[in-house]
């Protein structure tokens, strides 16, 4: 059976946006279409009602374009624990006020026991110094928490290299 993987918004939006300019972010937008083209499908994916409304807001081309990829991903619920996880990793945990979604996205994939929560969101939820504490509340409340990680860090590696 795959592992779950819980689609974070950023990373749809990486994956249909024009390219960027920026040079970090085309990269990042580089990354997460080859990942979606070669890697993706070793996932069961699954996303939450939190994606679907965030992916639908902004310009209405490219919101069609995330919803269209939305319809070909399971959606897992946000049920009363999530929320109440959520509310403890802004509250007892590492994330802000500001981040509360951050940490709903985070709740949900542990709640429903999703192996992987793939993002782009670097200072919320993919990030280092916060992932000891985010997985400590989310123990703490009985819940294994998910490997969060980019699709950068899911891409194979390349047999060829030694």
Not at 32 to 60: I, K, M, N, P
Not at 63 to 84: F, K, Q
Not at 124 to 142: E, K, P
Request: glycine residues 4%.
């Amino acid at each position: 059976m795959k592992p779950r993987l819980y689609v974070e918004t950023s990373v749809l939006s990486y994956l249909t946006a024009r390219p960027s300019r920026d040079v970090v972010v085309a990269a990042h937008q580089q990354i997460t279409r080859e990942w979606w083209e070669t890697c993706a499908d070793r996932f069961h994916l699954v996303a939450s009602e939190l994606v679907t409304q965030e992916a639908g807001a902004g310009d209405e081309q490219a919101a069609g374009e995330r919803i269209e990829i939305l319809e070909t991903i399971t959606l897992v619920e946000a049920s009363e624990d999530a929320l109440a996880l959520a509310r403890q990793l802004v509250v007892s945990g590492p994330l802000p006020q500001k981040a509360a979604e951050d940490a709903l996205h985070i709740a949900i994939a542990a709640t429903n026991g999703v192996e992987y929560l793939v993002t782009w969101n670097c200072r919320h939820i993919a990030n280092a110094t916060m992932r000891g504490q985010i997985h400590a509340v989310c123990r703490s409340a009985g819940y294994e928490p998910p490997i969060i990680c980019t699709p950068e860090e899911l891409l194979e590696a390349d047999e060829d290299v030694e």
